[in-house]
């Protein structure tokens, strides 16, 4: 299943990036995650709840950085399962960032998701909105993180 979307934050490109290749306020947008653990300068650890319909999965999954390319472009495979394996999920992630002339940043990202198991058995409809619910959420998070400008001091 293909999920791709773009999104634009009012921030210029490089303080996104850093912002985005922030493993713990990643987490923290991630709709779900509780925690996250770095394993290696490219590997991390999560743990990330999910629920489909009646059924609700918790993840353990690994997020590999494949490739960065600063300030522009991540790729990165993310893999994992459901407590004995009753689910198993793999995702090949590229995320772009582009400069725009207004000063603010796109993003734009794609993930080539397959899930299999219990959560699989769903169809390829309920899954889809699921990862675009998702996708959003973490976008309003994500943005609300940026946007959280410092109060201007009251004289």
Do not use: H
Request: hydrophobic share 45%; with cysteine; aromatic share 6%.
């Amino acid at each position: 299943m293909k999920v791709e979307g773009s999104f634009a934050v009012a921030a210029p490109r490089a303080e996104v990036w850093t912002k985005i290749t922030d493993p713990a306020l990643m987490a923290s947008c991630i709709p779900g995650c509780g925690q996250i653990e770095q394993l290696s300068p490219t590997r991390y650890r999560a743990a990330v709840a999910v629920a489909v319909g009646p059924i609700k999965a918790n993840f353990n999954l690994v997020v590999e950085v494949a490739k960065e390319e600063p300030p522009e472009r991540v790729a990165s495979v993310t893999r994992g399962e459901e407590g004995s394996r009753a689910s198993i999920v793999k995702a090949d992630n590229v995320l772009a960032l582009a400069e725009t002339a207004d000063g603010t940043t796109l993003v734009s990202y794609a993930s080539e998701v397959s899930v299999t198991g219990r959560l699989g058995k769903f169809g390829m409809g309920v899954m889809k909105n699921k990862a675009e619910t998702l996708g959003q959420q973490f976008v309003e998070s994500f943005r609300s993180k940026i946007d959280a400008k410092p109060a201007p001091a009251v004289p």
